[in-house]
């Protein structure tokens, strides 16, 4: 997939919104692990997105500082939107400073309150959520603790919920299920569950959201077949979660988009070493794949659900 140049663009009436562009991240300043390896390319990287039929953008946001960039990204243009929580990986930020869950709390209300000049960029309140895999980020104690007060925010402004769930057992549901009537809607997204868990999301009448790391497995990809169309939403959790010529998906996806590695940075290409939002089409084109539809249905579908669960109709 790498290094292949496309003279074909995506079809104009294709339109398509990434739930999950970490646009905040160091890399789209040009910084890897600490080091420059080139300028700030943000523009061009959305510029990239939109010619490959990318339209809006939702900033995930995993802890305050991260919240604070993403929503100073999202007042650029009126189709970036973003999110305000505490990632269960970033459960342990909470106590930074001698701080507690409850002061952690107050300062995300006051940084939407006094920070957010435009409340309209605050579309869902989120990530957060419990992550099993990664307890040497955060042990479970806690995610256990920094993940419930969400849904007291979401109640609060009445926003949807943007949630992570990784290798939880049912526990994750569990909680959810404990907080349903706080919040109106919300999105498990980078699902990478399986159907049991699956099965209760849908009957939570929640969506799911779909990225390469979603699509690695011939498992993952069954698991696709069985989200309905209706609760579908797409996204590239970029900088992360790219298909790769490994994942069982690979075989689905048509567009080529030109890579090169940082250390020969060209605005005109992706860098190897981070994913970008132009990729969408190649999840789309995964999942159309996958569910033997067309891609233009996929894409409806998944534009509609997301216009909905976030009320930019």
Known sequence: MEGVDTSKKVDHDLRMFDIAANLSDESFQGIYHGKKAHEPDFEVVMNRARQYGVEKFLFSAGYIEDAVKSYDLATKSEDYFMTIGVHPCRATEVYKDEGTVETYHEKIEKTIEEHFVDKSKLVAVGECGLDYDRFHYADKDSQMAAFPFHFDMAEKYNLPMYLHSRATGLEFIDIVKKNRDKF????????????????????????????????????????????????????????????????????????????????????????????????????????????????????????ENTMKMFKLE
């Not at 190649?282 to 233009?296: F, M, N, P, R, T």
Request: overall charge negative; glycine content about 4%; charged content about 30%.
């Open 184 to 303: 109106p809607t919300g999105v498990v997204h980078s699902y990478t569950g399986d159907e049991e868990e699956l099965k209760e999301i849908l009957e939570l009448d929640l969506y799911v959201g779909i990225n390469g790391c979603s699509l690695k497995t011939e498992e993952n990809c069954e698991i696709v077949k069985k989200i309905p169309l209706d609760r579908l939403m797409l996204e590239t959790d970029c900088p992360y979660c790219d298909i790769r010529n490994s994942h069982f998906s690979s075989q689905y996806v048509k567009t080529k988009i030109p890579k090169v590695a940082k250390k020969k940075y060209n605005p005109e290409k992706m860098c190897k070493e981070r994913n970008e939002p132009c990729t969408m089409i190649q999840v789309l084109e995964a999942v159309a794949g996958i569910k033997d539809v067309s891609e233009k249905e996929v894409a409806e579908a998944a534009w």
